[in-house]
């Protein structure tokens, strides 16, 4: 297996995959790394995919932040 790719790129189509399916954003909550062996297809030790989980968590949640401020802008 390559292991040279683009963790950015992986970041943002996981990112991309888990916003447009609930289920699966659930079962990354729940179990991120099958979810992510799910998203991306590679089977790889827990420890070399924990970077990778740690970006799309961090992702997430700022698209979940940027969300609540979109809110909160149209109620002034």
């Known amino acids: 297996m ?3 790719f683009d963790i950015k790129a992986r970041i943002d ?6 916003q447009q399916d ?5 079962e990354f909550q729940s179990d991120p790394v099958k979810a992510l ?3 991306t297809g ?3 030790p827990e420890e070399k995919l ?4 740690a ?3 961090t992702k997430l949640g700022a698209a ?3 969300d609540a401020l979109d809110g909160l802008k149209k109620l002034f």
Not at 13 to 18: D, M
Not at 22 to 26: E, N, Q, R, T
């Open 2 to 4: 390559d292991l040279n």
């Open 50 to 53: 924990q970077p990778l989980v």
């Open 37 to 39: 062996e799910k998203i």
């Open 22 to 26: 609930p289920a699966l954003l659930k």
């Open 55 to 57: 970006g799309i968590k």
């Open 64 to 66: 979940q932040l940027g």
């Open 42 to 44: 590679m089977d790889l």
């Open 13 to 18: 189509e996981a990112v991309r995959k888990l």
